[in-house]
């Protein structure tokens, strides 16, 4: 696997231009944003060495090289999913390559559940930290060419992205929450019970991706902002009431273009 590594790495860097330092994972319905990414070399993950396919809905599957925030930067249209059928390694595997590329500083950006009772559909959560109820992608022999055996995850979500980033939304007038992201396998929604579950051991917002690339790029030094929507409230069920998949897209479509313009300017100031 190892080669295959240097492989899709060395297969990408004769595709893309300058030197990025930052990438982006965009989730669910957030794909959007890779449309603000200016002079845009689009390389379908089917092309791509080694990648295996985004299958969840609202994931177009697509690596996009350009300018945000005038800065050269990498952005995934889309990600990998443990509940696709991937391995951890699979699931994780474009973060190790971006390592290869040079890559220094992670965003990454999810649709989640609103599990604290204050926040609403809409939106946007800084994560602040995680509780992983994922299989730890770490586990097997470790790859000494990325990062120790035994990474610290104290300041997962770096502190100074953090605090700049809610500088940046106050002078944009952009109401911002904070919280814990809870991840699970999924693909089933969340019961009342385990929304109940979660919250009362911290979680603020609930969904099936991203500590798993968190964990990966913090092993290998890379370091990482984090920003959900928050697709739909699971604290209050109505008679009515389902969780539904293209609710989810739609309400981060929604939410997609103020991501934008924050996730931009904080690239600009990197």
């Known amino acids: 696997m190892d080669n295959q ?7 990408l860097a004769k595709r893309i231009a300058g030197n990025p330092e930052t990438a982006i994972i965009l989730g669910s319905g ?18 791509i ?6 299958t969840a809905a609202g994931h177009k599957g697509n690596f ?18 443990y509940y696709e059928g991937y391995t951890m390694e699979q699931v994780t595997y474009p973060v190790r390559v971006m390592k290869l590329l040079g890559i220094k500083n992670l965003f990454v950006s999810n649709a989640a559940g609103g599990i604290n009772t204050s926040f609403k559909v809409g939106d946007l959560m800084i994560i602040k930290d995680h509780v992983n109820m994922l299989p730890n992608p770490l586990i097997g022999a470790n790859k000494e ?45 969340e019961t009342p019970a385990e929304y109940a579950f ?26 990482v902002f984090g920003m959900s929507v928050i697709t739909n409230e699971g ?18 479509n929604r939410a997609a273009g103020q991501m934008s313009v924050l996730f931009s300017t904080l690239i600009s100031r990197i």
């Open 49 to 54: 060495p080694h990648f295996v396919r985004s």
């Open 145 to 189: 060419e990325f990062g120790p055996r035994f990474p610290d995850m104290t300041r997962a979500y770096d502190r100074a992205f953090i605090q700049e980033m809610e500088a940046i939304a106050a002078e944009k007038n952009i109401p911002l929450r904070k919280g814990v992201y809870v991840g699970l396998t999924g693909p089933s929604y």
């Open 30 to 47: 957030l794909g959007s944003l890779a449309e603000q990414i200016e002079d845009a070399t689009i390389i379908p993950y089917d092309e």
């Open 64 to 81: 996009i090289c350009g300018k945000l925030g005038g800065k050269q930067v990498l952005a995934m249209q889309g990600r990998f999913h």
């Open 198 to 223: 979660y919250g009362k051991a911290g979680g603020d917002a609930i969904g099936m991706s991203t500590v798993p690339e968190v964990i990966v790029a913090r092993h290998c030094g890379i370091r």
């Open 5 to 11: 590594y240097k492989e899709t790495a060395e297969y």
């Open 235 to 252: 604290y209050h069920f109505a008679d009515d009431f389902v969780n539904d998949a293209n609710d989810v897209i739609n309400a981060a």
